[in-house]
């Protein structure tokens, strides 16, 4: 088979470069069902269309929502498992609501630890501003000084 004639195939490196991918990535989802060649030549050679570059894309954005590789395989399906597009579909949402709900609460812890942090830094400049030798016993900023 001549990938020419195939037209919009292409080998795993070209799939690779396309999705932002290494070539490792790429052998890796394949050995774990996650992206199958479409086609594979008699002499081995894997062969991949664009539908697998949107595949690869859509694994890569779950990968950094923080999604664990079982539920990416939950959401995206592999060979061998029974289960319907739709409900892929809404086993995906549910995940991704989830993992929403769990980004919102981590801003919100970020939040609340960037006010500390600013809070300490108005505490500790009112220490650099201090011209004192030592710190007073009853100075109320001396806390916040390592």
Known sequence: MDIKEEGGLFQ???LARKAGVSPRTVRY????GLLP???LT????????????TRLRFIRRLKR????LEEIK????????EQSRQGR???TLEVLRLEQARLEKQGEELERLRIEVEQAMAQVSV??????EACPPNCPYVASVL
């Open 29 to 32: 989802y394949e050995e774990l």
């Open 127 to 132: 220490c650099h501003r201090c011209v004192a």
């Open 37 to 39: 060649p479409a086609y």
């Open 74 to 81: 939950d959401a995206v399906g592999t060979p061998g498992r």
């Open 89 to 91: 579909v809404e086993h």
């Open 42 to 53: 008699n002499g081995g050679l894997r062969l991949y269309t664009p539908a697998e570059v």
């Open 12 to 14: 795993s490196g070209e």
């Open 65 to 68: 929502l923080g999604l664990s």
